[in-house]
């Protein structure tokens, strides 16, 4: 079994009539989920190497988890809305076998023949993966990402030391399951025994229903969730069952934290990736920055006039990128996974997180953070969102140009940002959009927005 089962395992014998997981119109204790994964288990092909399943139904991907770590394969939550290609793609990365398809059935080029994958299962029946993940592939195709017991186990330690959950707590899960901090909610509750309200993506008006009435101890949730939550809380502060609000994905605006904390909501900011099996530093305070959780190291890494990158190792990092035999080591250097985000430890220790690498404009010569600067747009009143991306300019390089969400007073918001933004960092351009090209988890999709600012602008000289 893997981890995920062994702690199922453990909670059915120790609390069986505990609730393990509520969805809508259903309950299951610990005892009935442990005999329904099981028979789920029982039911999955036997072959050796990794099962890969997408359902756009929470409640079957969570089933399907429980019951590959069951029957002792390392699990891979697949987006149902990826491309063919895209999937297939990641398919191979690994030779997972897409159970979707069936045994018998795979799609073209996703994984590996039969007779191919009987040749390496000596190599990967003692694997020890557990979850394979993607990244969100915000800045590039995504990859797969390898996580062992070992990494599962001391990412839950680490939730635990921030965010402790008990027996008769319950965590609140709207992320998707395909997503590393949607999937670990499972692993952290069937560590602790703990119950799981598994929503089916986010709805605002239920996930607000269920905190004010379904004893919610926790919830995980993007910053334009926060948002939207506090929107329709019309300044409404959460029961006082509510111990913990987990905000990762992106990073959470200085204005939206205020007023979180003003309306009473118990915020917990995180900074994390799959390639850590979700947050690895948190700050549940006001300050600025977040601390490295116990069992991490984190340092900032870089060459003279290059501006320095967060790196990070221990005991929850991953494996390494996957491969069809599984063979860890991939994307990390001397144990170290060099991530693609800015930033630096303050004298108090704290991480504080200035933007992305790849990300990086140079307008007029000078290097600029696209985030820093949304940042400070998102504090001017009335703005709901911002982004600042660049069009190809002969004299500055990159031409910046502020998109922005909200009723702004756009010659009033040049002039306040004019003044605190110096010359090469100040946007040349606004323009005042309704949306903005985000994810499922509020990120920015830098490319897409990139290509929306190139169409918006096409017939300005």
């Not at 997503?179 to 560590?191: D, Y």
């Not at 799959?274 to 490295?292: H, N, R």
């Not at 002969?394 to 010359?423: F, K, Y």
């Amino acid at each position: 079994m893997k981890q995920l089962a062994v702690w199922l395992a453990a909670a059915a014998q120790r609390t069986p009539q505990a609730t393990a997981l509520r969805m809508a119109g259903e309950s299951l204790s610990y005892a009935a989920l442990a005999e329904l994964v099981v028979a789920q288990g029982r039911s999955l092909p036997d072959v050796a190497g990794p099962l890969a399943q997408s359902s756009t139904s929470s409640r079957q991907l969570a089933l399907a988890a429980y019951a590959a770590a069951w029957r002792g394969r390392p699990f891979f939550p697949l987006n149902p809305g990826l491309l063919p290609a895209r999937r297939a793609a990641l398919l191979a990365q690994c030779g997972a076998l897409d159970v979707d398809q069936g045994a018998l059935d795979d799609p073209p080029g996703s994984v590996e023949p039969p007779q191919s994958r009987r040749g390496r299962a000596s190599h990967i029946e003692h694997s020890p993966v557990d979850l394979l993940i993607a990244t969100s592939g915000s800045s590039g195709e995504p990859k797969c990402v390898m996580l062992s017991s070992a990494n599962l186990a001391a990412a839950v330690a680490a939730s635990q030391h921030c965010l402790p959950l008990r027996q008769d707590d319950v965590w609140l899960d709207c992320l998707p399951l395909y997503h590393v901090g949607g999937m670990m909610i499972l692993h952290r509750c069937a560590a602790a025994g703990a119950t799981v309200l598994l929503h089916q993506g986010f709805d605002v008006e239920r996930v607000w229903t269920d905190i004010r009435t379904a004893q919610v101890s926790h919830v995980s949730l993007t910053p334009p969730m926060l948002a939207r939550l506090l929107d329709i809380a019309h300044g409404a502060a959460p029961p006082s069952a509510l111990q913990y609000v987990l905000v990762g994905g992106a990073a959470v605006a200085p204005e939206l934290a205020r007023r979180a904390r003003e309306c009473g909501w118990p915020l917990c900011r995180s900074y994390g990736m799959s390639e850590t099996a979700a947050l690895f530093a948190a700050a549940c305070d006001v300050g600025q920055g977040v601390m490295p959780l116990p069992g991490f190291e984190v340092r900032s890494v870089g060459t003279e006039g290059e501006p320095d990158v967060i790196a990070v190792r221990g005991a929850a990092l991953m494996l390494g990128y996957a491969n069809p035999t599984l063979a860890p080591g991939d994307g990390l250097q001397d144990g170290w996974f060099i991530t693609s985000d800015l930033g630096y430890r303050d004298d108090a220790g704290r991480l504080h997180v200035t933007g992305r690498r790849d990300d990086m404009l140079v307008s007029g010569g000078a290097n600029v953070h696209p985030a820093e600067i949304e940042a400070l747009l998102l504090t001017f009143p009335g703005v709901r969102d911002a982004a600042v991306t660049a069009l190809s300019d002969p004299i500055w390089g990159d031409r910046l140009v502020a998109l922005l969400v909200g009723e702004v007073d756009m010659a009033e918001l040049d002039a306040w940002s004019r003044a605190r933004l110096a010359g090469a960092t100040h946007p040349r351009l606004w323009r005042r959009v309704a949306e903005l090209p985000r994810n499922t988890l509020g990120k920015l999709q830098r490319k897409e927005l990139r290509t929306m600012v190139e169409e918006l602008f096409k017939h300005d000289a």
